[in-house]
Structure formats: C-alpha cells, structure tokens
C-alpha cells in the first residue's frame, strides 16, 4: 500500500522518535493522532477548550531511537517547543440509516426504482434526468464558528466512470434543488453551508448509469461507488476525510439481474430471542426480484454461514464470543408456491441450493426505450430459525450450556434463462 506515513523507530505514551525522513519532495512534520484521542474529542462540549504543549525536533545525526536515544540529547539540531490551545468549534455526527434501495438500469442508463426505503425519486435537472436520492443524514453543532475553507464534495472511487461521465451527470445538493456538478474538488459545499443543512443528496443523470453498463459495472453497491470527502484548504498538506453515504442504492441491469433485498430494507438485518420450549422463531423475510425480457427459467437460493452436520442433517451454528460453546439450531427456508401451498426446505446454513422457481410471482411487464418489452417478477421468501428445538439446548459436543451466542450468513439467489434471442 503506497501511502505518505513515515514510521518512527518508537514510541511511548508521549510521542514517537527516530522518523527518518526520505529524500526528495516538500515534508511537513505531522504527527498521527489515535484513535483515542479522536475519542477524546468528541466527548468534549462544543466551545471547550484544552492546551498541548507539542515537542519538534529535528537533526541530522543518525541516532538510534529504539535504544533509548533522543533527537533532543544530539550535538546537532533544532528543539521546538510550543503551547497549543485548541478550541472544539463544532462536532458533525454522521447518522448511518441502514436504508437500502435497488435501482434496475436498462441499456440506455434509464433507472427503474425497486424494493426499498431510500429517499429517491427520478428527477430532471435542466437538460438531463435520472434519479436523486438523500444519500447523507447529519447533525453540525457549532459554538458560532464561520469558515470556508472546510469544502465537502462527492468522490466517485471508480477511474474509469470517473473519467466516461460529464460533471452534470452526478451532482449533489443541500437541499434537494439546488445542485453542483460533481468535478474532483472544483465544486463543494463549505462548512458554512452545512450549518444550514441536515442532508446531502446526489443526482445520477441516466448517462452516467449507462456508462456503467458501457463499462461493465453491474451489481454494485453505491458504497463502493462513490465517497464523500472533506478538505481543509488552509492545510492542504493534511489531506482529505473520507466517508461513506447514511443509506445504500444496489444498482442492477434491468436485462437479465436478480436481486434479493430484506423485507425491512436494510442491509444487516438481525433478531435475537431466547432458547426453550415454545420460545419464538428468528424469523427473516425477504424479497427477491427477477428482470429479464422472459420470466427466468430457474431461480435458486441457498443460505451460507458457519454449519456442521449432526446425525446426517446440517445446522447452523451459534457461537459464544470466547468460542468454547457452539450450539447447533435448525433452520428452513419457506416460501408460497404457485398453487397456494406452502414450500419449505431444510436450510441449515449448508450452502446448498434450493430450487424455488415454482414460486408465486407477481409479475410487472417493462417496455425498453427501444420498444424491447421484458418482465420483472417477485416474490417473498421467509429465513427461519427455530428457537425451540432440543436440539439447541445443548453444543455440538453435547455440553449443556448457558449465556449467550450469536452467528452470522448470508442469503444467496441465482437465476437463468434458457434460449434467449
């Protein structure tokens, strides 16, 4: 990993020695400040105060600082001392929704919103559309601070869409109706501007998703996409802030994707119960999606996640945080099949495929911008682990046991289509 980090030879509780510095190029003397102290920082009050006294020292002398020697003791070189009072001016707390939408594209980039619970809509801007989203929720205190030289702006992490799409077709805005063009730091909101706001929303034009199908990119999470980043222009040489969007878009190609999102639209979706007789199952609904210009052929789903196998039958396997009890559950994967009954499948966490083509679809046709005429079909299926099996009242090594444990998976679903002109 290339990065501008010079490591020290040691450090203590009150800084690091021995930092060798590399030839050629500027050098600023920075240190790295941990994650404890960024800790530090936001449990204090906005308007406090705190003063460090800060110790630079720098010589030419190729001294050993692993065995105990100090920049300071040389015959040569400069020691600076300096007392530094900071004031906290404010504190901006990103709030991570956990919403999750899919967003179908077709061959032209024109985006059909799916399951979901993100704050989108399609939208024209000026000569261009596609759909806007709030992809950023905040809250900024501030002891009155004014500043403009702290810029925010969209990022979008992959080169290559970077450099296929014009500035308009992604921008981003305060407020939903005024936007700015997204061009690497050109264009931004201040600090200033954040203190009116609580959000950040992003347009994707339809040229820009049909660069991704240009391109290839397909079945992506917006995560992964694009960032935003913060810029301190008064110390440029600090970099920039990376983070992530509050809520998720799962962008897939109309043509021919499946897709399976959870019935809740989040992306982690979690229960916890008790163990026992007539205790409640752990119960996960979701909704898978086809879209092809035919219903698929096949659709098949299968459940991954820690498992072992007793007695010739697979379950999935909770275990207690110092792993020394593991615990076997059951669990079933169910769904309504076209003729009104109900399908259920042993699932336990096996990786194993299970066909659920006969399911019910509830069928959507689609007509292509080209006249081309498709389908988007779904249905729910239903995730289920049994609390009250005695089975799981003792481990895998037939222990009986008490406290608490916990696993995690995931869902997988696959489909194909046959003979498609």
Same mark, same amino acid.
């Given at each position: 990993?290339?990065?501008?980090?010079?490591?020290?030879?040691?450090?203590?509780?009150?800084?690091?020695?021995?930092?060798?510095?590399?030839?050629?190029?500027?050098?600023? &003397?920075?240190?790295?400040?941990?994650? %404890?102290?960024?800790?530090?920082?936001?449990?204090?009050?906005?308007?406090?105060? *705190?003063?460090?006294?800060?110790?630079?020292?720098?010589?030419?002398?190729?001294?050993?600082a692993s065995s105990g020697a100090r920049c300071k003791d040389q015959a040569s070189g400069n020691w600076y001392v300096r007392n530094v009072t900071h004031t906290k001016a404010a504190n901006l707390r990103l709030i991570n929704t956990h919403s999750l939408a899919e967003v179908f594209i077709n061959s032209d980039g024109v985006p059909t919103l799916g399951e979901g619970n993100a704050d989108c809509r399609t939208q024209t801007i000026g000569s261009r559309s596609g759909l806007?989203?709030? &992809?950023?929720?905040?809250?900024?205190?501030?002891?009155?601070?004014?500043?403009?030289?702290?810029?925010?702006?969209?990022?979008?992490?992959?080169?290559?869409?970077?450099?296929?799409?014009?500035?308009?077709? &992604?921008?981003?805005?305060?407020?939903?109706?005024?936007?700015?063009?997204?061009? !690497?730091?050109? #264009?931004?909101?201040?600090?200033?501007?954040?203190?009116?706001?609580?959000? +950040?929303?992003?347009?994707?034009?339809? !040229?820009? *998703?049909?660069?991704?199908?240009?391109?290839?990119?397909?079945?992506?999470?917006?995560?992964?996409?694009? !960032?935003? =980043?913060?810029?301190?222009?008064?110390?440029?040489?600090?970099?920039?802030?990376?983070?992530?969007?509050?809520?998720?878009?799962? @962008?897939?190609?109309?043509?021919?994707? +499946?897709?399976? @999102?959870?019935?809740?639209?989040?992306?982690?979706?979690?229960?916890?119960?008790?163990?026992?007789?007539?205790?409640?199952?752990?119960?996960?609904? #979701?909704?898978?999606?086809?879209?092809?210009?035919? %219903?698929?052929?096949?659709?098949?789903?299968?459940?991954?996640?820690?498992?072992?196998?007793?007695?010739?039958?697979?379950?999935?396997?909770?275990?207690?945080?110092?792993?020394?009890?593991?615990?076997?559950?059951?669990?079933?994967?169910?769904?309504?099949? =076209?003729?009104?009954?109900?399908?259920?499948?042993?699932?336990?966490?096996?990786?194993?495929? =299970?066909?659920?083509?006969?399911?019910?679809?509830?069928?959507?046709?689609?007509?292509? @911008?080209?006249?081309?005429?498709?389908?988007?079909?779904?249905?729910?299926?239903?995730?289920?682990?049994? &609390?009250? !099996?005695?089975?799981?009242?003792?481990?895998?090594?037939?222990?009986?046991?008490?406290?608490?444990?916990?696993?995690?998976?995931? @869902?997988?679903?696959?489909?194909?289509?046959?003979?498609?002109?």
């Amino acid at each position: 990993m290339t990065t501008s980090l010079i490591l020290p030879q040691t450090t203590d509780a009150s800084g690091f020695y021995g930092a060798t510095v590399t030839s050629g190029g500027a050098k600023w &003397m920075h240190g790295m400040l941990s994650d %404890a102290f960024y800790q530090y920082l936001q449990q204090m009050p906005v308007g406090s105060s *705190f003063t460090m006294t800060i110790n630079a020292c720098q010589t030419s002398v190729n001294y050993d600082a692993s065995s105990g020697a100090r920049c300071k003791d040389q015959a040569s070189g400069n020691w600076y001392v300096r007392n530094v009072t900071h004031t906290k001016a404010a504190n901006l707390r990103l709030i991570n929704t956990h919403s999750l939408a899919e967003v179908f594209i077709n061959s032209d980039g024109v985006p059909t919103l799916g399951e979901g619970n993100a704050d989108c809509r399609t939208q024209t801007i000026g000569s261009r559309s596609g759909l806007s989203c709030k &992809m950023v929720n905040y809250t900024l205190q501030t002891n009155g601070l004014s500043n403009t030289s702290i810029h925010i702006f969209p990022a979008i992490a992959n080169s290559s869409l970077a450099s296929a799409v014009g500035a308009y077709d &992604m921008q981003f805005s305060l407020n939903g109706s005024s936007w700015k063009p997204v061009s !690497n730091t050109a #264009y931004y909101y201040t600090f200033n501007e954040m203190k009116s706001a609580d959000s +950040i929303y992003v347009f994707f034009s339809s !040229n820009f *998703f049909k660069q991704m199908v240009n391109l290839g990119i397909s079945d992506i999470n917006t995560k992964d996409l694009f !960032n935003f =980043r913060f810029q301190n222009t008064t110390s440029p040489e600090s970099g920039w802030y990376e983070f992530s969007t509050s809520n998720t878009l799962i @962008i897939k190609p109309r043509d021919f994707s +499946i897709s399976i @999102i959870s019935d809740e639209y989040t992306q982690t979706p979690s229960r916890e119960g008790y163990v026992g007789s007539g205790e409640s199952a752990l119960d996960f609904g #979701y909704i898978v999606t086809t879209s092809g210009k035919t %219903a698929a052929d096949e659709v098949l789903i299968k459940v991954t996640g820690p498992a072992q196998v007793i007695g010739g039958r697979s379950y999935c396997v909770f275990s207690s945080d110092d792993g020394k009890a593991k615990v076997p559950f059951p669990a079933t994967l169910s769904f309504i099949a =076209r003729n009104g009954a109900t399908k259920t499948y042993d699932a336990g966490c096996d990786d194993s495929w =299970r066909d659920m083509t006969d399911a019910l679809w509830l069928t959507t046709p689609w007509t292509d @911008i080209s006249g081309e005429v498709g389908q988007m079909d779904k249905t729910t299926v239903k995730f289920s682990i049994p &609390m009250d !099996n005695a089975i799981s009242l003792r481990t895998v090594d037939d222990n009986g046991w008490f406290g608490e444990v916990s696993a995690s998976g995931e @869902i997988h679903v696959q489909a194909t289509w046959r003979n498609i002109n």
